[in-house]
């Protein structure tokens, strides 16, 4: 197939445009800037524009586009291009598969913060309620700009990304060093649920919402059964061979980082519902496996 990407620069994009051409497909990646490529069309998501040609050529739109969510302070400007970046790609993507006189499947991103940003233990399926809160808006915000691709017909797919585990990317990079000289801690009372997902299982996840041609609707990216930040601490120490006896208590954590400590201390229990109805299998289900592949051990 003919597979555009927004996006595909990124950690995960570039994750999956590498499996997609490995798989045999075509692969265009939405640019905004640099030289003239062969697989690659500039667009400029903040105004509207991408070249509707592309779109009218695919079978597949991907949307991966975003500005960054883990920089800290969210001041206000901040908090404005979180949002806009993410509503301004979709919409721009969605505007034109609904322009296409065959529309192609759109494939949008999406995150496990369209529930909130804590659940406690309540177990969170596509069905589950909507959540509230700054990232809960941006979410909501985020998959209703692909609107118009749903009025059109085409086959639409929300991605919702719970926390991807990579060595080089995300937060378990940020973590790693100090597991691995011992410093690792568990944050609050560690009772929180982690949602979690190997990143080969997540590239694997969505090319299987590419390749699936009834997949339809929201789809929680994460692995079965989340984890307590608890079980994550002492499953993580295993990986690394290190021994972990410190633990971060919430009102530290508070002091030290602020608001950013509640995305942290949060609590989200997703499962991959829909993904398995559909007939998805993964490689890494559960946290042993996901940290071992993370890890390289």
């Not at 901040?78 to 759109?106: D, G, H, N, W, Y």
């Not at 177990?123 to 979410?139: H, I, M, R, Y």
């Not at 990986?239 to 949060?266: I, Q, S």
Request: proline share 5%.
């Amino acid at each position: 197939m003919h597979v555009v990407v927004g996006g595909a620069s990124g950690f995960l994009g570039s994750a999956l445009t590498k499996r997609l051409r490995s798989d045999g497909h075509q692969v265009t990646r939405l640019v905004r800037s640099g030289g003239p490529a062969d697989d690659a069309s500039q667009w400029d998501p903040a105004n509207g524009l991408v070249d509707q040609s592309v779109i009218d050529r695919a079978d597949i739109v991907v949307n991966l586009s975003g500005s960054s969510i883990s920089r800290w302070p969210r001041t206000r400007a901040r908090k404005r291009e979180i949002l806009q970046s993410r509503v301004c790609a979709t919409s721009t993507l969605a505007k034109a598969v609904a322009s296409s006189p065959t529309p192609p499947a759109l494939i949008s991103g999406s995150a496990m913060a369209w529930y909130g940003a804590d659940r406690g233990a309540e177990v969170l399926t596509e069905s589950s309620s909507p959540g509230t809160g700054f990232l809960a808006d941006v979410v909501h915000a985020w998959e209703g700009a692909a609107q118009p691709a749903v009025d059109a017909g085409a086959r639409v797919c929300f991605v919702r990304t719970s926390l991807v585990l990579d060595a080089d990317h995300g937060i378990l990079a940020l973590m790693l060093p100090a597991w691995k000289l011992g410093g690792g801690a568990k944050l609050g009372s560690g009772s929180q649920y982690m949602s979690l997902i190997s990143v080969n299982d997540w590239v694997r996840g969505v090319a299987f919402l590419i390749e699936t041609p009834e997949a339809n609707g929201a789809f929680n990216l994460v692995m079965p059964g989340a984890s307590t930040n608890a079980e994550f601490t002492d499953a993580l120490a295993k990986a690394v061979h290190r021994p972990t006896f410190l633990a971060a208590p919430r009102f530290v954590l508070k002091a030290a980082l602020g608001g950013a400590a509640e995305d942290l201390l949060g609590s989200l229990r997703l499962s991959p519902t829909a993904l398995l109805d559909a007939g998805f299998s993964f490689e890494q289900p559960d946290l042993t496996t996901t940290l071992a592949a993370a890890v390289g051990r």
